[in-house]
């Protein structure tokens, strides 16, 4: 099991790493579509989503920038998991 920080529990399985990036599963849960996503280390060394999101997740699902989304891991088989909890 790799983990993404020191002295924390596995936060999402792993799937392929290089130098500052890492490929994990995202569960879309609204649209029930499973994603393999990048993260990529930024300048403070912390993992986020970038370019992936934006054009896999924000642009096919129409999102305006006011959308409230809920990520969560499923703790059984170690995927990131998002559903939009608010549009208003």
């Known amino acids: 099991m790799k983990y993404l920080f020191k002295n924390l529990d596995p936060i999402v399985a792993v799937i392929a790493e290089k130098e500052g990036e890492v490929m994990i599963p995202l569960w879309d849960q609204d649209t029930q579509v499973n994603h393999l996503f990048k993260l990529k280390k930024d300048i403070d060394g912390d993992f986020g989503l970038y370019?992936?999101?934006i054009e896999r997740v924000v642009k096919r699902r129409g999102f305006e920038g006011k959308?409230?989304?809920?990520?969560?891991?499923?703790?059984?088989n170690l995927e990131l998991t998002f559903s939009v909890?608010?549009?208003s």
């Open 51 to 53: 370019e992936d999101w």
């Open 85 to 87: 909890i608010d549009t």
């Open 67 to 76: 959308e409230l989304i809920g990520f969560y891991v499923n703790r059984l």
